[in-house]
């Protein structure tokens, strides 16, 4: 079963910073669209957040442009959220996996909290 490995989260103040990381299987990274993903809204499949192609085109939810970027690093096999200006309505657990998920690859995530 592969390991995707979410970390980065935490508790931070509205308006501060984040960056999120995750570390994919080579086997995996190299072929694939990569995706962020989170719970909200309850009671549903886990949201995406942000994308990115192999080749580095992106996109993201309209809620977070302008304040969240992915990149990937395709030597390092790391795919990364940089999250800014975080609202209370960002704390979730954070996901990665392909674009489209596969639910095989679902890890743990990583929490975060966004709050005074």
């Known amino acids: 079963q592969p390991q995707l490995v979410e970390s980065g989260g935490g508790l931070v103040q509205p308006g501060g910073s984040l960056t999120l990381s995750c570390v994919v299987p080579?086997?995996?990274?190299?072929?694939?669209?990569m995706g962020w993903y989170r719970r909200a809204p309850v009671g549903t499949e886990r949201e995406l957040v942000a994308?990115?192609?192999?080749?580095?085109?992106?996109n993201s939810l309209d809620s977070v442009k302008g304040r969240f970027t992915v990149y990937r690093d395709n030597a390092e096999r790391t795919l990364y959220l940089v999250m800014k200006d975080l609202k209370p309505e960002d704390t979730d657990v954070y996901y990665c996996?392909?674009?489209?998920?596969?639910?095989?690859?679902w890890g743990q995530g990583t929490q975060v909290t966004v709050s005074s």
């Open positions: 996996n392909t674009y489209p998920p596969n639910t095989r690859y």
């Open positions: 080579r086997s995996i990274f190299d072929i694939s669209t």
């Open positions: 994308y990115i192609t192999t080749d580095k085109r992106s």
